[in-house]
């Protein structure tokens, strides 16, 4: 198989025959994101304590294991990775991220520091995921920059339109659908790279006939 240093070229081995695993991938995080929101208080306070943060990971975790469970070995590890991952997170000075707005109104600053915050959260979630594709998913590394990419776009986009609806309705609620806005970008875009990663490792696997790479 040729070799692409184009992270993105994971998405030219998308077809339909995966697109099921994409639809369940958005649908499982989006639903794991509600249910986080049981051990997780929505707020403007970056700073969770551990058990909270690290439950409100390890939720989403789950949901995304069950999905990726009939495709990777040990798929456990996925949601203890994501509960340390976001249990760290949770009492770093870089806060919870996916948990919590802005205190700032100005809709500038909220695309620039969710773009950066967002590309610093996929960056360290990404790294932490990677090391569980590592060992069985074809060109991995690709995994982290499309993390780094769908959540620099996704919280910069639902940070800013947390604080358009809360500048008209004056309602922290606006916040929230803000947040599940970024949340739903980033299954988005990771849900069509897991469909290309699978779809390209199997391809991989068939014509050589190796498990792992």
Known sequence: MKRSLNPFSIFKSLNTEFLWLCLQWIFATCLGFLLSLL????????????????????????????????WLPQAWLWMLVSAIATGIMGISD?????????????????????????????????????????RYIFESWRWIVVSVVSWSIGLSLGWAFGGIGRAINHLFFSEAIGLAIAWSIVSLATGLALTGLVSQTLSYYRKFGQARF
Request: glycine content about 16%; hydrophobic content about 55%; overall charge negative.
């Open 39 to 70: 051990f997780v208080e929505l707020g403007e306070k970056p700073e969770l304590g551990v058990i909270e943060a690290a439950l409100g990971g390890a939720t989403i975790g789950l949901m995304q294991t069950l999905v990726l469970s009939p």
């Open 94 to 134: 870089f806060g919870a991220i996916g948990w919590y707005a802005p205190r700032t109104d100005a809709i500038a600053t909220r695309l620039f520091y969710g773009a950066m915050y967002g590309a610093m959260a996929g960056l360290w979630m990404g790294i932490w995921q990677w090391l569980v594709l590592r």
